[in-house]
């Protein structure tokens, strides 16, 4: 009898540690799936953030060569064929400029400042929304998102927005 009692005692916490190390392992899984959705998120609009960089530096670029052309039209008074032969020669300089502010200047900070805004005030791209994650993890999701949202509240911070559905 003694051993009856002792096997179904030590069953019983053997579930209880065995539904514990179950929710420990969800879990992970969980906080794994969050964390690989944030990185590919920042990953894609760091790639917005320098091509909208690239994108201002070129626009500005045509836009001197564009003026340099008119006001030399203008102070030759010929409508010639622009002088491309100079390209090379400010194309290079210009790229080079730009190379030397990422390396020495506040470039990758204002890259970073642009995919962090992005990523938080604009929702429309595709990556901001919320990934389709397993059914058997969506309840856990669910318990998990409330517990730390309750949590945050509680701490009076601003409670996290979906990350999956």
């Known amino acids: 009898?003694?051993?009856?009692?002792?096997?179904?005692?030590?069953?019983?916490?053997?579930?209880?540690?065995?539904?514990?190390?179950?929710?420990?392992?969800?879990?992970?899984?969980?906080?794994?799936?969050?964390?690989?959705?944030?990185?590919?998120?920042?990953?894609?609009?760091?790639?917005?953030?320098?091509?909208?960089?690239?994108?201002?530096?070129?626009?500005?670029?045509?836009?001197?060569?564009?003026?340099?052309?008119?006001?030399?039209?203008?102070?030759?008074?010929?409508?010639?064929?622009?002088?491309?032969?100079?390209?090379?020669?400010?194309?290079?300089?210009?790229w080079m400029t730009y190379l030397v502010d990422f390396a020495y200047g506040t470039k990758a900070n204002r890259i970073d400042r642009e995919a962090r805004k992005i990523l938080t005030q604009e929702q429309g791209h595709w990556f901001n929304e919320p990934i389709e994650i397993p059914e058997l993890l969506k309840p856990h999701y669910h318990r998990i998102f409330e517990e730390n949202n309750r949590k945050l509240i509680a701490e009076g911070k601003e409670p996290e927005k979906h990350w999956a559905k």
């Open 1 to 94: 009898m003694g051993q009856y009692m002792f096997g179904s005692l030590s069953d019983r916490v053997l579930k209880e540690v065995e539904e514990k190390q179950k929710q420990a392992m969800i879990q992970q899984q969980l906080i794994k799936l969050k964390s690989m959705k944030r990185r590919r998120d920042y990953e894609i609009a760091t790639r917005m953030a320098t091509t909208r960089d690239r994108v201002w530096w070129l626009g500005g670029f045509y836009t001197v060569m564009g003026s340099v052309s008119f006001a030399r039209m203008i102070y030759l008074r010929r409508f010639d064929p622009l002088p491309l032969n100079h390209l090379p020669f400010l194309i290079v300089p210009f």
